[in-house]
């Protein structure tokens, strides 16, 4: 048979196609789809939870593709089987040109495992070609209340008889309340701030399984006790009257920040023995807005205690300390007042400001700072301002000028019961021959930090008086 000439391209064009589905694909830019780069297992566990799920992995490209590595990171809790091979890893997987293959990803899982985080996370790897693209994987790992994106409407009071874990964050609505009572946990994921737009009134008690306890949802080593974990509490403009009693704030990165609330009465904010310790950035920051703090520790925090662009400010009893780790090297004041804020074109706008500080103790060691208050005062004098210390412990090498001060011990050391850098240890309370026993100014506070009664005569200095 004579083959005419039109049709020899025509066969040439099929063969070098042919032969192009059944090469390999070399390069780096190979199109890989992959039908979903989360696989979210949306369980609350409540008894031993088994779970399959499935991803695809397509070639998108008209050449044969091998996967050098399918391979499951972590393993504790997840397994694989790909394409009917169960195992946790595969070398060499071909993929047809067009074709896909299928990953199946089980969970098994123990809820109430002692040391089990809130949330289980790992990961898929699939590389080719020298690159590599992941599919994440993450579950629920004890049972808790999970709420995700939540926003709270109306009045709404939590229970305790569980925990709360937050993804996504947390709204409390402009005319919501939202009520947390005494025992309470809550765990928040590292996407998930907790944002006050209504009132919130978390009411702790004395005593530490009484206390209520915001902190991040790795419960894990090492991350646990990583600061930073968490976004923080957010005490926006339109937020009123909230209060907190007894809360322990751990691990965020900006553990609590108010605004625009300057001259409301009750305050903004009202923190009643607070602990808030080990966040990255702020333990406290308040922007024009209204304070009122009592028996307060504030420890270790990349900068303890912010107040910028005026406000009403009064902290009784507070201990803000700051020690480096390996953590958060001590590099910023313990205290920050200011009547100004400077803004990103580098003006500055002042406000009126009031704050005064009684009986506190503000020190920090092994750090680099020499002044650990520091007061700063911009604007003309028809601004109202007034920022008052009265027997006060600080550590400064030069004592603010912008201050009214009365009867300060400074460069006194408090000698706290005790502090171990290496462990990450510090018990802040007063050793019986310190320096602060007593030195306080008679007020209303009945109380300390740990719910202890303080005497009728004078009171120590800090957030804990000595028994």
Known sequence: MRITRPLIPLFVALAFFSCRKDSFITSKDAIVHLSADTLFFDTVFVSTG????????????????????????????????????????????????????????????????ANLPFIVQDSIQVAFNGASQYIQLRAWGKNAHFLRNQTIEGNVTWDNTLPYVIQGGLQVDT??????????RI???????FLVDGTLKIQGAK??????????????????????????????QTSKASSLEYTDIKNAYQAIVASGSPLSSPPQLTLSQCIIDNSYDVGILGVQTSIQANNCLISNCGKNIVLRYG????????TAVGF??????????????SNYTTQDNG????????????????????????NEVQVTRQGSGSLAYHVGFSNCDWKVKSAPTDATVSNIIANT???????????????????????????????????????????????????YEHQ
């Open 207 to 236: 005593g530490d399984s009484n206390h209520v306890i915001f902190r991040g949802d790795r419960l894990d080593d090492p991350y646990r006790d990583f600061p930073g974990g968490w976004p923080g509490i957010y005490f926006r």
């Open 324 to 337: 480096s780790n390996d953590y958060i090297t001590h590099s910023q004041p313990v205290l920050s007042v």
């Open 175 to 184: 005319n919501a309340t939202l009520t947390i009572p005494a025992g309470c």
């Open 50 to 113: 088994s779970i399959t799920k499935v991803v695809k992995v397509i070639n998108a490209n008209d050449q044969k593709l091998r996967l050098s590595d399918i391979k499951l990171i972590g393993g504790t809790f997840f397994s694989i089987n790909i394409n009917g091979a169960p195992g946790p890893q595969r070398h060499n997987v071909e993929v047809g040109a067009g074709d896909s293959i299928y990953i199946f990803v089980a969970l098994s899982i123990q809820p109430n495992a």
């Open 347 to 370: 003006t500055s706008l002042n406000a009126d400001l009031s704050a005064d500080f009684i009986n506190c103790i503000f020190w920090g060691v092994s750090g680099t700072v020499d």
């Open 187 to 193: 765990y928040l994921h590292a996407d998930a701030p």
């Open 311 to 318: 406000g009403n400010y009064q902290f009784l009893h507070c």
């Open 413 to 463: 050391d408090p000698l706290f019961d005790s502090v171990n850098n290496f462990s990450r240890y510090y018990d802040l309370h007063l050793r019986a021959a310190s320096p602060l026993i007593d030195k306080g100014i008679s007020n209303a506070l009945t109380v300390d930090l740990d719910g202890n009664l303080r005497p009728v005569g004078l009171p120590d200095l800090g957030c």
